[in-house]
């Protein structure tokens, strides 16, 4: 096992490079420079050599395309000189926030999408599966920013039921308890935004592995047994109906990441979405780089997670 | 003692404290305070609260000295003081230079500091922060001032403790306006004296200042907290608490926000907003001429001298007869702001000057014009294609100007670049038709303006002279008027260099835009044009 | 008598009829909405650029779903933004479902080095971020539909290319017995024969699915400003109702309803597709 998991882990290797190879050509090769963005506006021929120089920008592509190498394999990200800060420190500072959103969202929409599997895949194929299907669907299909904005305007602006933006209240600036409520209280509608939108892909897996499933011939065997129908459905039918659903969360996660900045952006969440927006428009290529080389790394583990569930979930699966 | 070279003479001394003693004692409260800030009720200031601000993007530093960039001068001003303060018209009040005096040639600026003045950690400041200030910090890095003073300035005296003196070459008269806070804050020397690289260190983050408020927290993309200075050196000044800053950077999510109370002030709101916002009872609406990345600004549309097409001045004038000025202000600003008539913000009365040419809307002229200029129209109705750079921003002007052009037959191609690519296309390939860009004038002709239409301002330098235009009278003209004393002088100067640009019609000025900002009804004693708004700020309840 | 026991307690596994609820509802709208993209020029003519009445103007029967802040008609805006979405999404999956079916029909057929390599060129695509990626190319080179449409077309082949590649696998495999007792040798053609309607649903229905994937891309990259400000596309339309969506709910809610019912539609048609195959695996 440990074997296997090592084996991964050094095939994502080569994989981490070239992500890094190729957010830095991005960045380069694209019109502007992050002059601007470090000396502001106003200055004259003089002044913006000056800075060029100051920042490295003036030396040739290859030179700065081999140090940038050189410190990526030494495990430096690079120093975003607009936050003054290095762009690790800074992109994981942020991805805590990103992460109460999406967690949450998770949990949710895994558990209410496994219970509408279940309703559909009571009477596949009936009207009733494919309303279910629909209303899945529905979720997916609406854009998540137009439905975050609904959200918006209908709880918050109409009733007033939840603040508008931002994860705590600045001005009671509350502890403990208290500001554990408060942020619970923000997250709302930010959530469920977010939760109709995983709901789909991962109800219309669960429909269908258990489907497949519950016709298979170990099912008729435990019933032939005898075993209780519910037992039946909870020991053996849920449990193998899984596979599928994990590896389907396995493979959104740059979709829920996604998700997540648009999100974060209608509600003022003070995320990785904000974060990655403002980099690209300073052309801070230390963070555009650094969030692309974290989202390869989720995506990589994420990968590497499900496979590790599958073997839990399936006696039958070994890795050698 | 006062001088020409000042617009409007400050208060001396003797006049000015005791108004100030006045306003604060409550005492027959004025309708303005001393900084000239709003007191409808004719209150007494109530001490104490926590003002939050909401601002749109992530300061990422918080040094405004090394800077121009607006979202750091939002938050950071709060936490300085430049030597004088301007108001919403741009005129000079003393703020750590308690009064001063201009030469009569202009040429030696004499202001007299404060006696008192403590920095946020303790330790006294003194003229050698103003020298160090201009001469290690703010003409190496601040873009405007080293752009505006560098080849000026010939040396700073430092009498004494409380006196700094600005020596020029040559009479430099807009020097005044480019003093306050936004402009030149003065940075502690004993700070930034031992850092070795000004702009990357830790210190920009954990600011030293000498202004109202002083620093508690930054968390990025999120937050700024600041406390009020108890040793502020104006008496009875500020009056909050605690000074937030909240980063909301969509515009709709953080006018939602002023409505809920969740945040106190906003600086711009959406144009179609306004009348909305302005009509409910809870929020106050401001429009001043500036705000904390500059002021006075004309929308401006740059044709590409350099491209045959538009260096024939009847297809720019073709341009100029089919674009209609007042659906642009109608429709994109909805009515909030004014047509311009020329490069010079209207508001900066001594420099403004309406005696020049109109091109009133008349697309009849444009089509005769165009056919004149030898672009006919084709088969399909269409003369030609033209590009459009702008910002993102500024998407609205282009589709005004694309339906208006569409009339007489000229296919504008929008193009939407930000600010880098924008940049680098505009300066530094030069690769457009015609652009439009928000040209500000700063607070001063010479500042703002000059730098736009001058010959050696054509390159890789952004916002500076796009249209490639070339003219020696010009360039003249504006050179003696940045150097003249006299006020009437200048303002002849301006007028003539006014005519000429708009006879020749390089650009084509759109129209004058006005910021925004909004406030939460019970603030009082804000000063929205201002870097540091918050300073004499209250809030009744 | 499993099944009867089941049935009993509720359960009751019907069989897969031809044609699904999905495959023709889905199947249905998909071809309305792209009636509408081609006919809606002549439905709603005239220049959606243009201003067609007063700014502000709320539905009526006059201008069925309203007009804008510049007083253009958004019915006229809607049909023309059909078209657009209609064209990113078919020239995204088309070009995709070529280079994912050429990729992965080449490596499970040469197999060995150079189906390694191919595969390994397909894991980086796939793990690359699309979203983001899309965001990067359009804010940095420029908010083009032209940029938007070659980076999406550009990573959406991989998963195409997986299953190309496993169809062949599983052919090559036949073949090669059949052939090593008849001929002495598989030729591409035959694989191609036989590959070809084994993948084919499966890569049809992804392909479909990324339509929908790319008209939602296109969206979300007009809502943060990155949109082509020369096409009327759902995704402008968005960004433009933003500022207005206090006072004009029409700009917001029609194109909206527009883009879930697109959508939607093709996404219910990739179900019905997927569907067909026996077991109905998601």
Sequence with gaps: MLAFVARRLAQAVPLLLAVAVLTFLLIELAPGDPIVALAGEDGDAAYYAMMRERFGLDRPLGERFAAYMGRVLRGDLGFSYRLQQPAVTAVLGRLPATLLLIGPALLLSTAIGLALGVLAARRPHSLGDTAVSTVSLLGHAVPVFWLAQLLLLVFAVRLEAFPVQGMRDVRLDAQGWAGALDVARHMVLPVTALTVQFLAPIARVARASLIDVLGQDYVRTAVAKGLHGRVVLGKHALRNALLPVVTVIGAQVGFMFSGAVLTETVFAWPGLGRLLLSAMLARDQAIVSSMFLLLTVAVVLSTLLVDLLYAALDPRIRYG | ?541 | MAERWLAARGWAPRRPPALSPSLLVGGALTLAFVLLALLGGTLAPGDPFAAAGAPFAPPSAAHPFGTDDLGRDLLRAVLHGARVSLIVGATVAVVSLTLGLLIGGVAGYRGGAVDDLLMRFTELVLVLPRFFLALVVVALFGASLANLIAVLALTSWGIIARVARAGVLTVKEREYVLAARALGGAGPRILLRHVLPNVLTPVVAYAALQVGNAILVEASLSFLGFGDPNLVSWGYLLNNAQAFVRRAWWLSVFPGAAIVLAVLSINLLADGIRGRRAGSRG
């Design chain 2, 1 to 541: 003692m006062n001088h020409a070279a000042t617009r409007r003479s400050h208060l001396p001394q003797r006049v000015l404290l005791p108004l100030v003693a006045l306003a604060l004692l409550g005492a027959p409260a004025l309708a303005q305070d001393a900084l000239g800030n709003e007191n409808p009720g004719h209150e007494a200031p109530k001490r104490g609260g926590t003002l939050v601000i909401g601002i749109g993007q992530n300061p990422g530093h918080l040094n405004p000295a090394i800077s121009t960039g607006s979202e750091v001068h939002a938050v950071a001003d709060s936490l300085f003081n430049g030597l004088v303060g301007l108001d919403d018209q741009a005129n000079p009040y003393p703020d750590l230079a308690r009064a001063w005096e201009v030469s009569d040639d202009a040429r030696r600026y004499t202001f007299h500091l404060h006696a008192g003045v403590r920095w946020h950690d303790g330790e006294p400041f003194t003229s050698a922060d103003v020298a160090f200030t201009f001469q290690q910090v703010l003409l190496r890095y601040h873009a405007r001032t080293r752009t505006g003073l560098a080849g000026r300035l010939e040396r700073i005296e430092t009498p004494d403790d409380l006196t700094v003196t600005f020596v020029f070459r040559e009479p430099y008269a807009p020097f005044l306006q480019q003093l306050n806070v936004t402009e030149a804050p003065i940075l502690p020397r004993h700070v930034y004296a031992s850092v070795a690289d000004v702009q990357n260190a830790p210190e920009n983050l954990a600011p030293v200042g000498t202004g109202p408020y002083r620093f508690v927290e930054y968390v990025v993309d999120d937050r700024v907290v600041l406390a009020r200075n108890d040793d502020y050196f104006k008496p009875g000044l500020p009056y909050l608490d605690r000074l937030v800053f909240r980063v909301i950077p969509d515009a709709n999510t953080r006018l939602l926000a002023l409505e809920r109370g969740e945040v106190d002030f906003i600086g711009g709101l959406p144009a179609g907003e306004l009348d909305r916002v302005d009509a409910l009872p809870e929020v106050t609406v401001f429009t001043p001429n500036s705000g904390s990345g500059g002021g006075f600004c004309v929308m401006t549309m740059s044709f590409n001298l350099e491209r045959e097409r538009f260096a024939d001045p009847r297809v720019r004038q073709a341009f100029a007869h089919a674009i209609d000025r007042q659906q642009v202000l109608d429709q994109v600003l909805f009515g909030r702001g004014r047509v311009a008539s020329g490069p010079i913000h209207s508001q900066l009365a001594f420099a403004y000057s309406d005696d020049v040419r109109a091109y009133p809307f008349d697309p009849a002229l444009a089509e005769s014009l165009l056919d004149e200029a030898g672009h006919p129209r084709g088969a399909d109705g269409t003369r030609f294609a033209a590009t459009f750079l702008h910002f993102p921003a500024f998407a609205k002007y282009g589709e005004v100007l694309r339906q208006n052009l569409a009339q007489v037959g000229v296919q504008l191609e929008l193009v939407a670049l930000d600010r880098a690519a924008f940049i680098s296309r505009v300066f530094e390939q030069r690769d457009f038709d015609t652009n439009v860009i928000s040209y500000c004038n700063n607070s001063d002709p010479a500042i703002g303006v000059a730098r736009v239409y001058v010959s050696s301002n054509i390159g890789n330098i952004p916002f500076s002279n796009a249209a490639a235009y070339v003219n020696p009278e010009v360039d003249r003209l504006f050179a003696e008027a940045a150097s003249q004393a006299d006020v009437a002088e200048r303002g002849r100067l301006y007028a003539e260099v006014q005519r000429l640009l708009v006879d020749e019609l390089p650009v084509l000025w759109l129209v004058e835009t006005q910021f925004s900002a909004a406030g939460r009804a019970e603030v009082r004693g804000l000063a929205p044009w201002s870097g540091s708004p918050a300073e004499a700020a209250w809030i009744a309840r």
